[in-house]
Nanobody
Framework: QVQLVESGGGLVQPGGSLTLSCASS????????MCWYRQAPGKQREFVAG???????NYADSVKGRYTFSRDYVQNTVDLQLRRVNTEDTAVYYC?????????????WGQGIQVTVSS
């Protein structure tokens, strides 16, 4: 069982920056994929940024150039730096990882963390 705990959310002013961190209970090197999603009020959950093993980091068009996805293999965290945020970035952000198992690929989700962009 994988446990993911997000931190770093909160209130940020438009144009500001914030860094989210997702701490994993197992070594992140064991994951097939690591991603961040978000869900704004009244909207569906959407992909924000992530990477599949052996591939490159992908970003949603709405965050490209403003967000930076990174991984720390020592701390076993998956991080997301948010810059030049605007009110449309307000959402609950979720960490998501995928792991191969004898029965197939299994997805794990964090509990989510609120990011509110407001002046």
């Amino acid at each position: 069982q994988v446990q993911l705990v997000e931190s770093g959310g909160g209130l940020v002013q438009p144009g500001g920056s914030l860094t989210l961190s997702c701490a994993s209970s197992v070594k992140i090197a064991s994951f097939k994929a690591m991603c961040w999603y978000r869900q704004a009020p009244g909207k569906q959950r959407e992909f924000v940024a992530g990477i599949v093993s052996g591939g490159t980091t992908n970003y949603a068009d709405s965050v490209k150039g403003r967000y930076t996805f990174s991984r720390d293999y020592v701390q076993n965290t998956v991080d997301l730096q948010l810059r030049r945020v605007n009110t449309e970035d307000t959402a609950v952000y979720y960490c998501n990882v995928a792991m191969e198992s004898p029965v197939g690929t299994i997805d794990f989700w964090g509990q989510g963390i609120q990011v509110t962009v407001s002046s």
